[in-house]
């Protein structure tokens, strides 16, 4: 028998295989792989189905180590994919009529299906028309598995914090770096003293956790760059935007983004009111010349923070593929720009996982 | 027999630089990882699930690695224990929301781990897989786990469908020789 016959011959095989009911299917003489050989790659493409996909095991060993590095993962991840009945539903008629009654046909459905079909091939129609020869996709986004870059903990699963005021002066508050941080605020951190004659002072404090920061003597907003003091245009005492005591374009009495108290603006994850940013420039990366030579293909996986401005940043291989092609990946997704993820209505830093698909048509 | 030997105490050692620094987990999910997936994948039909229980069972296997105590079985044996575990519970789960069909009907009772060579067969098969050529290993994920068929394959990495089933004739050949020399 030829090559091309046994490349038939085991193509018929395995269609038959996955056109079947699948665990009971075991190939017989009846079967179109009747050849030994042949029978024994069916055998083995039977069990090929049971495979992890590619982008799992990554997934889930990305996952651990954040968990050993002590970050928390959230509870609600799943890499399941629930299976509904819509499909079974739409081909009820091609089910077995003992299974028939569990999915009906829909007329109405398969009629969405037809036309949904056919507005696919109009697209795949058009992809041909673009046709190049050398091409390289890049998929834009995947959604977020649950994975935490923010540094101060608190603010990793659900940042909520937030803090900020000032007594409505006309500019901006000036810099500098936070005051202590304390779970009870007795006085509020100002930059201009509005008794310079106090009898009884009580160190300033902001609402947070505590962390060992680097701050000097004079208390201000850390994001800001104004020199002349002022506690900013804020209300309600503290410095900053916002409103309370604390420091940032919050309200309340702790730092940043965001309402009562603690750390809030740290980066956030899609889901929960986040949503997810959205690539509005996103030129392809060039093939390197080794990888194009070997004629290499494959997915190189990113981590980015895609911040309130829009740009990524803190870019970091998730799944190498290597061949020079992770530096091309990371050298282009530098250059992307992203309609920023949304929370309350007020662009938020947000980390996602970006996959660069490296292929050769 | 000493190199049986030696795994086991390289395994032992492993176990216990992991205990004392949880980055060092990785390099047993690596030596893990197949044979729990084909271990929950025996007895979970829909995928979604076999990874959900997958990565629960290293997740659990992370969490309470500092109460593991080397009793000289292999550590496999443990995330298979943890395994058995999650799908006891995931089963019980089920049965009480009404949903019989998440796991599959031979799923019970044979849920005792430690004898089962199939898993052993699987987990290998999985690896041989890895070390096929890029190519080869791209058609064996399309056309068997998302289970394309062979002109789609084509159509997405440029290629013609002859070219695809040599492709895949060659893959499915070299893990039959393979697969064949290892058993």
Known sequence: MSNVAMYEELE???????MGDGTLWQPSEKQPGAQSDVREMLAIAVELRRMPRADFRTRLATELTWQAAGRPISPKRTFARKETAV???????????????MFPSQGRSMA???ALHAMLAFIALLSFVTYRATRIVPLPITNSIELAAYKPAPGITAPSGGGGGGDASKTPASTGSEPRFTDEQITPPVIVLPNQHAKLTVE?????????????????????????ASNGVGVRGGIGSGEGGGIGSGNGNGIGFGNGGWVGGGIFHVGNG?????????????????????????IVALWAVVGPDGKPKDLSVARSLGMGLDEKALEAVKTWKFQPGMKDGHPVAVQISIEVNFHLY | MSVVANNITDERLLIEAAQQDPSRFAVLYENNFHRVYAYVARRVQDRGEVEDITAEVFHTALANLGRFQWRGVPFAAWLLRIAANALADR???????GNTQALSDDAWPEIEPGTDADVERHAMLFQLVERLPQDQQLVVQRR???????REIADELGRTEGAIKQLQFRALETLRKEFMTGS
């Open chain 1, 87 to 101: 499909l079974p539903a739409v081909l009820g008629h091609l089910i077995p009529s003992e299974r028939r009654s």
């Open chain 1, 112 to 114: 969405a299906s037809v």
């Open chain 1, 12 to 18: 018929a095989g395995i269609n038959v295989m996955l």
């Open chain 1, 274 to 298: 986040v949503t997810a940013p959205r690539a509005i420039f996103s030129p392809e990366p060039e093939y390197s010349d080794e990888a194009r030579k070997a004629k290499f293909q494959g």
């Open chain 2, 91 to 97: 089963w019980k789960n089920d049965r009480k929301g």
């Open chain 1, 204 to 228: 300033p404090t902001v609402v947070a956790p505590e962390m060992n920061l680097p701050r000097s003597a004079q208390n201000g907003d850390p994001l800001s760059k104004l020199m002349i």
């Open chain 2, 144 to 150: 068997f786990v998302e289970q394309k068929s062979v």
